[in-house]
């Protein structure tokens, strides 16, 4: 028997409930439909089919039957798994039947699996995780107090030109290369400042932009940390957070000038009490959500820094204007990255 064809579009099931939830509490049909995408005579069917059946599934349909059996699903799948970089013709030819790509990528999806891009992320060696693991033990008592005293830092570069992201612009077909509707590029970042920022729960830190020599044995080195942040910024800020809230914590990566015997030894004389940061952990620093949403504001400067300068100037401005609340919502997630950490037993994290 010949499949029968539809006439009408499929809606995940997410949509569905969405569609039902809504006519439920009291939207009408016509208006659920318009709010989720749906069309009218779908929203109705879906609608219809809900009160006779009680959910939303479609019911099984006559059709020629599937050439993949149980068995070569389980197949597909395993290969799929154990090969997670293998492309998916590649999975093809690893099966013991004639099977197309289509067919093999509709099995992974019914089984909720999809070819997607690889996330970027620091390695992580078994002493790494062994660290990772620890921080989460030593700090899932912290309550959300605790975690108001903390001062969070971070160095960042900002490059002129930078665009990992994409920026969206509104023109027709024939303004696509006005100037006002292109973002210039550059063939290398030249042109670029690292900056030193600090944040707590309910404020922006300060932010200084750094002022080193570059080139080889020019880098931030501990001396030029010890003057331009420590001394320059940090110091004066700790005292007056101290004194507002008792107990302050400190946090820094394991840079090399971080980790210096004579900048360990100015913490010791300071009495800047330091919190335990693991190395290769970025996602365990609220600021690091931060520097993105910054270099967000400057992608969509209109016209963009030319030179160090303009560059300079513009992070300033663009740190003043960062809500707080931005600083805030990555901050009173910290005890869901020390859960994320001890269920992950020191590996990577979403975060």
Same mark, same amino acid.
């Given at each position: 028997?010949?499949?029968?064809?539809?006439?009408?579009?499929?809606?995940?099931?997410?949509?569905?409930?969405?569609?039902?939830?809504?006519?439920? #509490?009291?939207?009408?049909?016509?208006?659920?439909?318009?709010?989720?995408?749906?069309? @009218?005579?779908?929203?109705?069917?879906?609608?219809?089919?809900?009160?006779?059946?009680?959910?939303?599934?479609?019911?099984?349909?006559?059709?020629?039957?599937? @050439?993949?059996?149980?068995?070569?699903?389980?197949?597909?799948?395993?290969?799929?798994?154990?090969?997670?970089?293998?492309?998916? &013709?590649?999975?093809? =030819?690893?099966?013991? *039947?004639?099977?197309?790509?289509?067919?093999?990528?509709?099995?992974?999806?019914?089984?909720?699996?999809?070819?997607?891009?690889?996330?970027?992320?620091?390695?992580? &060696?078994?002493?790494? @995780?062994?660290?990772?693991?620890?921080? !989460? =033990?030593?700090?899932?008592?912290?309550?959300?107090?605790?975690?108001?005293?903390?001062?969070?830092?971070?160095?960042?570069?900002?490059?002129?030109?930078?665009?990992?992201?994409?920026?969206?612009?509104?023109?027709?077909?024939?303004?696509?290369?006005?100037?006002?509707?292109?973002?210039?590029?550059? =063939?290398?970042?030249?042109?670029?400042?690292?900056?030193?920022?600090?944040?707590?729960?309910?404020?922006?830190?300060?932010?200084?932009?750094?002022?080193?020599?570059?080139? @080889?044995?020019?880098? #931030?080195?501990?001396?030029?940390?010890?003057?331009?942040?420590?001394?320059?910024?940090?110091?004066?800020?700790?005292?007056?957070?101290? *004194?507002? =809230?008792?107990?302050?914590?400190?946090?820094?990566?394991? !840079?090399?000038?971080?980790?210096?015997? !004579?900048?360990?030894?100015?913490?010791?004389?300071?009495?800047?009490?330091?919190?335990?940061?693991?190395?290769?952990?970025?996602?365990?620093?609220?600021?690091?959500?931060?520097?993105?949403?910054?270099?967000?504001?400057?992608?969509?400067?209109?016209?963009?820094?030319?030179?160090?300068?303009?560059?300079?100037? *513009?992070?300033?401005?663009?740190?003043?204007?960062?809500?707080?609340?931005?600083?805030?919502?990555?901050?009173?997630?910290?005890?869901?990255?020390?859960? *994320?950490?001890?269920?992950?037993?020191?590996?990577?994290?979403?975060?």
């Amino acid at each position: 028997m010949a499949r029968k064809k539809t006439t009408h579009s499929e809606y995940d099931s997410a949509t569905k409930n969405k569609l039902i939830g809504a006519i439920v #509490m009291g939207a009408t049909i016509s208006e659920a439909g318009r709010r989720f995408g749906v069309s @009218k005579t779908s929203a109705h069917r879906i609608w219809k089919r809900y009160e006779s059946q009680g959910n939303t599934e479609n019911l099984p349909r006559s059709g020629w039957p599937s @050439k993949v059996n149980d068995r070569m699903r389980r197949c597909i799948v395993q290969t799929a798994r154990k090969n997670r970089r293998m492309p998916l &013709t590649e999975v093809a =030819k690893n099966i013991p *039947a004639n099977i197309s790509i289509s067919t093999i990528r509709r099995v992974l999806a019914k089984e909720g699996y999809h070819r997607r891009c690889a996330r970027k992320v620091p390695y992580l &060696t078994n002493r790494h @995780k062994s660290e990772r693991l620890s921080w !989460a =033990k030593l700090y899932k008592g912290f309550t959300r107090e605790n975690w108001k005293s903390v001062i969070w830092s971070d160095e960042c570069y900002i490059y002129l030109g930078d665009s990992h992201s994409r920026i969206y612009v509104t023109c027709r077909p024939d303004e696509e290369y006005k100037e006002e509707c292109v973002v210039p590029t550059f =063939k290398q970042f030249s042109v670029r400042v690292m900056v030193w920022g600090c944040i707590m729960e309910g404020e922006k830190g300060p932010l200084i932009v750094l002022n080193y020599p570059g080139g @080889k044995g020019g880098g #931030m080195n501990s001396k030029l940390y010890r003057e331009q942040v420590l001394d320059g910024c940090l110091k004066s800020y700790y005292e007056k957070k101290k *004194a507002e =809230k008792g107990k302050v914590y400190f946090q820094q990566d394991g !840079a090399p000038s971080h980790r210096s015997k !004579a900048t360990q030894q100015w913490f010791q004389e300071s009495g800047i009490k330091l919190l335990f940061h693991p190395a290769s952990s970025p996602d365990l620093n609220p600021i690091e959500p931060v520097w993105h949403e910054l270099k967000q504001v400057l992608r969509r400067l209109d016209p963009p820094p030319s030179n160090v300068e303009s560059l300079s100037k *513009a992070v300033l401005e663009a740190w003043e204007q960062l809500p707080v609340s931005d600083v805030n919502k990555h901050i009173k997630n910290m005890p869901k990255r020390v859960s *994320a950490v001890l269920a992950s037993k020191g590996g990577h994290t979403r975060f």
